[in-house]
């Protein structure tokens, strides 16, 4: 499994809750469409971790590289009902970082 890791702030944080309901949509768009596995959104809570990651952080989940390249490939295209999903979201978002990880060890690995 890989996981494409998001860290952001919102512009306004009174937003939150339609951040957070804008997001279930769009990731819902590409999971119906077999883009990506799943996702999940966290807030930091207390003010614990690393400032300059942000408040929110997205983990979405994809099979493979191909399956992830296929939904950022669909997202580029910036057209239709998934572009319309996609504005909601990034236009509620700064300070984006973003980082892709996998399972360790990878199941294909000699030990």
Same mark, same amino acid.
């Given at each position: 499994?890989?996981?494409? =890791?998001?860290?952001?702030?919102? *512009?306004?944080? =009174? ?9 279930? $949509? ?8 077999? *883009?990506?596995?799943?996702? *999940? ?16 952080? #997205?983990?979405? /989940?994809? $099979? ?10 669909? #997202? ?7 572009? /319309? =999903?996609?504005? $909601? #979201?990034?236009?509620? #978002? ?13 199941? /294909? $690995?000699?030990?």
């Amino acid at each position: 499994m890989n996981s494409y =890791h998001i860290w952001c702030n919102l *512009r306004d944080t =009174h937003k939150d809750l339609e951040f957070a309901e804008n997001l279930r $949509r769009y990731m819902g768009f590409l999971k119906e469409r077999g *883009r990506i596995e799943g996702y *999940r959104l966290t807030r930091g809570k207390l003010g614990f971790g690393p400032p300059e990651l942000g408040e929110f952080h #997205v983990e979405i /989940q994809a $099979r493979d590289l191909a399956q992830l390249e296929e939904a950022f490939g669909d #997202v580029a295209a910036r057209s239709g009902e998934l572009e /319309q =999903h996609h504005a $909601r #979201v990034y236009s509620m #978002v700064t300070d984006f970082r973003a980082g892709l990880y996998r399972d360790f060890p990878d199941p /294909q $690995r000699k030990s």
